[in-house]
């Protein structure tokens, strides 16, 4: 480690991911934000915490367990009720929708701007978003979601940037990427797993219950909670790429 980032680490501790007490999760389809961090928003939700989910396309494509030929107004509206389902078993009351296409068939503007306002009128503290800089991930919607949610959560306290975007301005003051590569902030969440697999199961059109799709992504997110776990002698846990407001400007090695 460098001296500069040693020095770093006391001068410009990164914030805690609990220490907030307003969230606002943006997930680029419905089932991204229980799979990147259900957990994680489930203790948030029990702790009294403002949550809020922000979903950012309507997954007409996400036709891998449906019987051919279903429509896809059928598939969206089947997804949107999933999500609101799935989150009331996190705890989240409080799900809202850009009803962008699936599949990037949208213009990246509008995604910004749908993002942008909703900071602006949840006004979170910190932001939850897929983690847009991991070299594996390729799918545009989640490269573009985390991009947006990156700039906008910058450029939130600044009221004439905000107006441009018709959006107000406000104060948030971290990012939590999900879904990374490189964590360097964990949340304990032993006793939230099952509520996390219980929300996924919501998502009957992706995850039947005792399909192949719902035992692999169960036993992946096991898997995870204990490896993270470990890092951070927690147990069981959700890691995220954090960055606050010093590290999201001019600071390179927050981003080692």
């Known amino acids: 480690m460098s001296l500069t980032k040693t020095v770093l680490r006391f001068a410009a501790p990164l914030p805690q991911v609990e220490s907030f007490e307003r969230y606002l999760f943006i997930g680029p389809h419905p089932d991204d934000i229980e799979i990147g961090a259900g957990a994680t928003a489930a203790k948030l939700a029990a702790a009294g915490k403002k949550v809020t989910f922000l979903i950012c396309t309507d997954g007409r494509f996400g036709t891998e367990n449906m019987p051919e030929g279903t ?8 997804r949107k009720a999933e999500s609101l389902a799935s989150a009331r078993v996190l705890g989240v009351d409080d799900v809202r929708f ?18 942008a306002r909703t900071i602006g009128e949840v006004q979170p503290d910190l932001i939850f978003a897929p983690d847009p800089d991991v070299s594996s991930e390729c799918h545009a919607d989640h490269r573009n979601t985390g991009e947006a949610a ?107």
């Open 71 to 78: 429509a896809p107004e059928e598939l969206i509206r089947l």
């Open 98 to 115: 850009l009803d962008l296409s699936d599949g990037a068939f949208y213009d990246p503007a509008d995604l910004f701007r749908g993002i």
């Open 150 to 256: 990156r700039r906008a959560a910058f450029f939130s306290p600044f009221p004439a940037i905000m107006k441009q975007h018709g959006a107000s301005p406000a104060g948030v003051q971290a990012l939590a990427f999900y879904m990374t590569a490189k964590p360097n902030r964990f949340v304990k969440t032993r006793g939230f797993l099952g509520r996390q697999l219980s929300a996924l199961l919501r998502h009957k059109t992706q995850f039947p219950r005792e399909s192949e799709s719902f035992r692999t992504i169960s036993l992946y997110l096991k898997l995870r909670a204990a490896d993270f776990g470990l890092r951070s002698l927690n147990g069981q846990a959700e890691g995220f790429r954090v960055l606050g407001r010093t590290q999201m400007h001019c600071l390179p090695e927050a981003g080692k």
